[in-house]
Structures are given as C-alpha cells and as structure tokens.
C-alpha cells in the first residue's frame, strides 16, 4: 500500500491519501483518543505520540500533531498506523460519519438552504483539498455560523478564509448575509 501526503496551509497538519475511500459519505473530527473510539481508524492513529487530532474525509485522513514534535518523528507512526488500520479489514468508522451541516428551521430556512447550497458546492470542495471542511453551524439576524475541521481548525489562515473568501461569497449571492464568524463545536 503506498500512503501519499500533501502539506496542508497548517503547519501543524499533514493530509495522508491511502489511495482509496476512507469514509463513503460525511466526514469525522475526532479531537482526542476517547473520541475516537467509534472509530478504529483514528484510535490507532492516536496511539502514535504527539497526535492531537484526526480528520476523515471521503478519501483523506487529516492528522494533527502537538507543536512540540516534528512531522519527521511521527509521519511513520502515522503512515504505519493508517497501514495497519487498512491491513486489518476494519471500518474507518462505526456507524455513520457526521451528517455535515446542523439542521435549521423555521422563517429562514429558505436563505439557510441557499448558504447550505453555496457550502457544499463552491467552499466544501475547495478546503477539502486543504484536508479540511467547513459546515454550516447556524444562521441568526444575518449572521452565518461556521465549524471548521481538520486543517481548517486552528489554521493561521482560517480568519482570511472565512471573513475574505466565505464571507464575501456569502454575502454577494444572499443580501440578507451580513457577517460570517466561526464557531466551536
């Protein structure tokens, strides 16, 4: 099996693509080991020392280390985890990966499913190349609510992202779009 990596915009994140799916559908963010534990996949990537958080996509796993080590210490406890996961027949996950977005109803559901639409056709796509995603957390007098995960989480570039990317193609297609602020889940 043959691993390959892609340096994200976070230094402190590495994209690992095993060369097949990961997760068919939704994506997973697991920020510790006891959350990990629907998910055989990150467990034993948490088990390499000075992992701090995995990130599964479709067909990436996005991995996040401690400031205080270098990737050229864990990059193959890394590549040697994610081997062993593939090696052994397990899912990457136990049940169902997270559905993306948080649900929204009532007056302005109409402008939510539009941020929505704009989401997963115009931004989700584009950081998922980065080893991250970004779903819709809420919407309230203008205001979007966005989670970031993975690379996208913690990224030095994630304010620009939101307030000079999102933000601005937000509010040039939904006029009732006012501002764009990142949430914490």
């Known amino acids: 099996m043959f691993i390959q990596t892609e340096n994200t915009p976070n230094p402190t994140t590495l994209k690992f ?11 997973a963010d697991f920020i510790n080991i006891e959350a990990a534990s629907t998910s055989p996949l990150a467990y034993r990537v948490f088990g390499v020392e000075g992992v701090t958080g995995v990130f599964l996509g479709a067909d990436f796993i996005t991995v996040t280390k401690s400031d205080t080590v270098d ?8 590549l040697g985890a994610i081997m062993e996961h593939y090696q052994s027949g397990q899912p990457a996950i136990e049940g169902d990966a997270a559905p993306g977005h948080a649900e929204h109803d009532g007056p302005d559901s109409q402008i939510v499913n539009q941020i929505k639409d704009l989401l997963d056709t115009r931004v989700r796509p584009a950081v998922a190349q980065d080893g991250g995603d970004i779903t819709f957390h809420g919407f309230d007098r203008g205001v979007v609510y966005l989670h970031m995960q993975g690379a996208c989480a913690g990224c030095p570039s994630s304010t620009l992202t939101l307030k000079m990317g999102i933000e601005n193609l937000l509010k040039h297609f939904i006029p009732e779009v006012t501002e764009v602020r990142p949430v914490a889940v």
């Open 71 to 78: 990737w050229d210490h864990i990059k193959p406890g890394v």
């Open 17 to 27: 693509l095993p060369g097949q799916a990961v997760l068919g559908a939704g994506t």
